[in-house]
């Protein structure tokens, strides 16, 4: 069973105003789909970055599997850990299906002498994110949410046991994002680790196994959706007001008002 942990994490973001210091621990499992949600500027992108050991703490460490990430070669991280960054507008004309492949570069092998397993990863990731009619088109041609399909589906086409996506859903229509949020959870029921990070709270509660609310820098709440999404945190995190209800089994929190802070 895959297992990431990060321990006494300590990162400073900068020296501007907005600036925060990170303060975390958490560690993940297989099986689980995770939702790291909280107010623009709270955190979740730094820690991403932090356990796809893109940034590096200045204190604490993440480990993987009982070794540190920092001692693992670029080729044994590219191979663990797939990352969707937030910041993913593509402007230069590349072919999406070359896009997508640029996913199974991580084994060494250039696009034009991809093999059998390559091409199945591939096929895989263009059915589950239904981008199959899009294959042909140059990203720069694509609208926001196509090319968010598509970044995703190199993503998946990594076929790392860690998935780490920020914000999949942003510019995806209410279909497309119930679709998205579908496929992660699908990829952690077959034992991958896959941390989310979000805004949309519905989607969070409907889908995600486990939310971890940051603000200010540090996780506040861990736990189900309807521990995590209560009254008191919304309005303490987002100052917001939400409703919050069971439906047919499902957890559905609907924010429809603010709280002045
Ligand atoms: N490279 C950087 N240099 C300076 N400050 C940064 C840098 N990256 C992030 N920050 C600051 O760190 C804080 C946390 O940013 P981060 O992107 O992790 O938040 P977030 O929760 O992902 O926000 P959002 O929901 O808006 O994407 C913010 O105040 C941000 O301005």
Redesign the pocket.
């Known amino acids: 069973m895959i297992h990431l942990a990060a321990g006494n994490i300590l990162f400073k973001?900068?020296s501007?105003q907005?600036?925060?210091t990170?303060r975390g621990s958490c560690s993940f499992e297989g099986g689980i789909l995770t939702g790291m949600i909280?107010?623009?500027?709270?955190?979740?992108?730094?820690?991403l970055k932090i356990l796809a050991g893109l940034q590096s703490p200045e204190r604490g460490q993440v480990i993987l599997n009982d070794r540190r990430l920092a001692d693992l070669s670029p080729q044994q991280k590219a191979e663990a850990i797939a990352y969707l960054p937030?910041d993913r507008r593509i402007q230069w004309p590349v072919k999406a299906c070359d896009l997508i492949a640029l996913g199974r570069l991580r084994y060494g092998r250039s696009l034009n002498r991809l093999n059998q397993q390559d091409s199945h990863a591939i096929a895989h990731a263009v059915e589950t994110t239904k981008t199959g009619d899009l294959l042909d088109r140059s990203m720069d041609s694509l609208s926001g949410g196509e090319q968010a399909r598509i970044l995703l589906a190199r993503a998946l086409a990594v076929d790392a046991p860690i998935l780490l996506a920020?914000?999949p859903l942003a510019a995806l229509d209410p279909g497309y994002a119930m679709q998205i949020m579908e496929v992660l959870s699908q990829e952690a029921q077959k034992g991958r680790i896959v941390v989310v990070?979000l805004?949309d709270l519905t989607l969070a509660a409907r889908y995600c196994d486990r939310l971890l609310l940051?603000h200010r820098?540090e996780i506040v709440a861990d736990g189900k959706p309807e521990t995590v999404l209560t009254q008191e945190w919304l309005e303490q995190c987002y100052h917001i007001k939400a409703i919050s209800q069971n439906y047919r089994g499902h957890w559905l929190v609907t924010p429809y008002d603010r709280v002045d802070s």
């Not at 909280?38 to 820690?47: E, R």
């Open positions: 973001t900068g501007h907005a600036a925060i990170l909280g107010a623009n500027g709270a955190g979740k992108t730094t820690f937030q920020d914000e990070a805004h940051w820098g």
